[in-house]
């Protein structure tokens, strides 16, 4: 089992600039995609960016291309969600998730990541 929990969520102006994290726990390996999604009320969960844990491979959602940066830290267990140049429509709740199936794969689909986080509110004033 793995376990995630991110932390960073908050309330920013129109413009504004957040860092999420979600540190991992439990099961390791040498290898897997760590994801971020977002829902907005009243909408489907949306995929953002996610990374190869060993390589750093990312893919980005073009809604968030150029303003979102995914990043990891191996030795803590921890990837990161700088997200900057903040608009209304990047309210959601932002969720961690891990696909840990092999051969490793980025995936934009929910469906293939396995555990999740509990989520973080982002919030943007306009």
């Known amino acids: 089992q793995v376990q995630l929990v991110e932390s960073g969520g908050g309330l920013v102006q129109d413009g504004g600039s957040l860092r999420l994290s979600c540190a991992a726990s439990g099961r390791t390996l040498s290898n897997y995609v760590m994801g971020w999604f977002r829902q907005a009320p009243g909408k489907e969960r949306e995929f953002v960016v996610a990374i190869t844990w060993r390589g750093g491979s990312t893919l980005y959602a073009d809604s968030v291309k150029g303003r979102f940066t995914i990043s990891r830290d191996n030795s803590k267990n921890t990837v990161y969600l700088q997200l900057n140049s903040l608009k209304p429509e990047d309210t959601a709740v932002y969720y961690c998730?891990?696909?840990?199936?092999?051969?490793?794969?980025?995936?934009?689909?929910?469906?293939?990541?396995?555990?999740w986080g509990q989520g973080t509110q982002v919030t943007v004033s306009s």
């Open positions: 998730a891990a696909d840990l199936k092999i051969p490793v794969y980025i995936s934009r689909s929910a469906r293939e990541y396995g555990y």
